[in-house]
Nanobody
Framework: QVQLVESGGGSAQPGGSLRLSCTASAAILSIHTMGWYRQSPGKPREPVATMTVGAYTNYADSVKGRFTISRDNARKTVDLQMNNLRPDDTAVYYC????WGDGSYYWGRGILVTVSS
């Protein structure tokens, strides 16, 4: 059983910054891939940023240069630093863990990020 608990988020003005954090509880030594997805109303859930245990990162084109993902493998945490936020970043953000890198996904409950002036 894996539980993912998210924190952070909230509201920001365009151009502002927010930080999301996620902690996983899992009875394994390490998690292959951790990351963040988001879902806006009426749109499918989409990947934002992911990082493997070997520190390989992948970012959505829309957030490259603005968002930075980081993780602590030993603590099983993953953070997302979001800078230069835009209104279209408004979404519910979900922490994701792929335990073995084979699509065995687990999800957090989601946390709302709102960007507006």
């Amino acid at each position: 059983q894996v539980q993912l608990v998210e924190s952070g988020g909230g509201s920001a003005q365009p151009g502002g910054s927010l930080r999301l954090s996620c902690t996983a509880s899992a009875a394994i030594l390490s998690i292959h891939t951790m990351g963040w997805y988001r879902q806006s109303p009426g749109k499918p859930r989409e990947p934002v940023a992911t990082m493997t245990v070997g520190a390989y990162t992948n970012y959505a084109d829309s957030v490259k240069g603005r968002f930075t993902i980081s993780r602590d493998n030993a603590r099983k945490t993953v953070d997302l630093q979001m800078n230069n936020l835009r209104p279209d970043d408004t979404a519910v953000y979900y922490c994701n863990a792929d335990l073995w890198g084979d699509g065995s996904y687990y999800w957090g409950r989601g946390i709302l990020v709102t960007v507006s002036s």
